[in-house]
């Protein structure tokens, strides 16, 4: 058997003494009168919320940054060993922007993808906090997990879709086109820039914070063409 891979998700954890320092930077953050919203480049619908943008070179960030730069670099070289696809060249992996999400009962994304000043880009998500009432939902794919009877399974999670879906597709032995992740206090995941994804609005009280990141994935030879010309 050949499994032809679609995409790939990294998915890891987040120490929680990141999580807290992420926390407290951006609780400070919130508060300030000079704080620079990220919604003129962002889809989100957060109007109840906030969408800030995140200073990457704040020593507060330093280890969160190096630790998705590591992990970015990780991603690229899976990449090029499990689809047998070896990169031209050396690459050199940076933040190209960084930001936070504060949503709120009712905010949401609709489906939209990222986009980087390279054409290898790579973006994550994490949260550093979740709204108890997502936490205690069913996990998708779990035998409590259904989406009939307005159960609710959905809201607040993060949907993940990469080709067109019917209902019909397990017994066609066709593979699913998407997924749904639920947010996790400390969760954190990376993929690849093009694959289009979405959230879900919830009910109730509670903040459901995000921190997200586009990161460009440079060749170094043509860095160094620029350079020289």
Not at 27 to 43: C, I, N
Not at 121 to 127: E, F, I, M, R
Not at 147 to 169: E, K, M, P, R, T
């Amino acid at each position: 058997m050949h499994t032809v891979p679609s995409v790939f998700l990294l998915e890891t954890w987040m120490p929680e003494d990141m999580v807290q320092g992420l926390n407290a930077y951006l609780d400070e953050l919130m508060e300030k009168d000079d704080r620079v919203s990220h919604a003129g480049t962002l889809v989100g619908q957060i109007g109840h919320g906030q969408q800030l943008t995140m200073d990457h070179k704040d020593s507060r960030l330093a280890a969160f940054c190096e630790m998705t730069g590591v992990l970015a670099a990780d991603y690229v070289k899976h990449f090029s060993q499990i689809t047998d696809n070896p990169l031209s060249g050396e690459r050199q992996i940076e933040i190209d922007e960084l930001w936070s999400v504060h949503s709120y009962e009712r905010d949401y994304n609709p489906i939209h993808d990222h986009g980087t000043k390279t054409l290898m880009g790579v973006s994550c998500t994490a949260w550093t906090k979740v709204p108890q009432q997502i936490l205690d939902q069913p996990t998708a794919g779990s035998p409590e997990y259904s989406l009939y009877n307005a159960s609710g399974n959905a809201d607040g999670c993060l949907a993940f879709n990469y080709g067109i879906n019917s209902v019909i597709d397990v017994e066609r032995l066709r593979p699913p086109q998407s997924f749904v992740i639920k947010p996790e206090v400390g969760k954190f995941l990376m993929f690849p820039s093009w694959l289009q994804h979405s959230v879900y609005p919830f009910e109730g009280d509670g903040e459901r914070r995000t921190v997200a990141a586009n990161l460009n994935v440079w060749n170094v030879q043509d860095i160094d063409k620029k350079v020289v010309n």
